[in-house]
């Protein structure tokens, strides 16, 4: 099963190992902070808007920002159906 990330990407739903609320982290939660940078500095992010990002969608692989919702992302996973 596949899984609209947002954008033009569509994933495996069993790659994804978390997702990340940025509507419920603060900016002054660092650790959520240095994990982002990290990934940017490792060449592993991907930013799938320009508008405002609402999830951090964490696969093996990559690591995207969402402009869709964590709980929709959640639903479109758990759903069993390409979405």
Do not use: W
């Amino acid at each position: 099963m596949y899984v609209h990330i947002g954008g033009e990407v569509t994933i495996p739903a069993d790659s994804i190992c978390a997702l990340l609320s940025l509507e419920t982290v603060s900016p002054s939660q660092k650790t959520v902070t240095d994990f982002i940078n990290a990934e940017d500095e490792n060449n592993r992010l991907q930013y799938l808007t320009d508008e405002i990002p609402r999830t951090v969608v964490v696969t093996f692989d990559r690591t995207y920002i969402s402009p869709l919702s964590s709980g929709v992302l959640r639903k479109r996973a758990e759903s069993g159906k390409y979405i």
